[in-house]
C-alpha cells in the first residue's frame, strides 16, 4: 500500500462488501504485513505458517500503514535484490508446492497485486477517491475519463 492509497482509505476503515469479505482495514493491514512475510520467507528460504498474525499496536491509521510498510521493506528489498543466483535458485518449499525461491518473489508480488486491487475496487463504493496504482486515475486525472 502506497501513501496515497492510504489516505484514499482514511474515511473507509469498517466496510466490506459483504459477510464474508475483508473490511478495507483488514485488506490493508494483510496487505502489509504479508508483504514482510513474503519477504522474510524467501530470505530465510522457508515459509513458516502459524496464521493470521497479530496486526502490530502502531497501525493504528492507514497513513501508519503505510509508514510502517515502507520502514519494514526497505531494508528487505535490498537484501532481496543483494541475493546471489545460487540462493535465488534454491528450492524453497510453500504450502507444499516446491520451487525455486524467485518462483515465490513473483508469488510475492501477484499477492500484493491482488490486494492492491481490492483495495481499489472497495474505494469508490465506499465514497472514497481511487488513487493512481498502476497508471493514470480518472479521480486525479479528471480528462482520463
Given at each position: 500500500?502506497?501513501?496515497?492509497?492510504?489516505?484514499?482509505?482514511?474515511?473507509?476503515?469498517?466496510?466490506?462488501?459483504?459477510?464474508?469479505a475483508r473490511t478495507a482495514w483488514e485488506?490493508?493491514?494483510h496487505l502489509a504485513m504479508s508483504d514482510v512475510w513474503f519477504a522474510d520467507s524467501i530470505l530465510s528460504g522457508a515459509f513458516a505458517w502459524t496464521g493470521e498474525p497479530v496486526v502490530p499496536a502502531e497501525l493504528i491509521d492507514p497513513p501508519a500503514v503505510a509508514?510502517?510498510?515502507?520502514a519494514q521493506m526497505g531494508s528487505r528489498i535490498g537484501k532481496l535484490r543483494a541475493m546471489s543466483a545460487?540462493?535465488?535458485?534454491?528450492?524453497?518449499?510453500?504450502f507444499?508446492?516446491?520451487?525455486?525461491?524467485?518462483?515465490?518473489?513473483v508469488m510475492m508480488n501477484n499477492h500484493a497485486?491482488?490486494?492492491?486491487?481490492?483495495?481499489?475496487?472497495?474505494?469508490r463504493p465506499m465514497g472514497s477517491?481511487?488513487?493512481?496504482?498502476?497508471?493514470?486515475?480518472?479521480?486525479?486525472?479528471?480528462a482520463a475519463h
Open positions: 500500500m502506497n501513501a496515497e492509497q492510504a489516505q484514499a482509505l482514511r474515511d473507509t476503515l469498517v466496510g466490506a462488501i459483504e459477510q464474508e485488506v490493508a493491514t509508514r510502517w510498510h515502507e545460487e540462493h535465488l535458485l534454491r528450492p524453497v518449499e510453500f507444499g508446492r516446491k520451487a525455486p525461491a524467485v518462483s515465490w518473489l497485486v491482488h490486494h492492491r486491487g481490492q483495495l481499489a475496487a472497495y474505494l477517491r481511487v488513487p493512481a496504482i498502476y497508471g493514470m486515475s480518472a479521480d486525479e486525472q479528471p
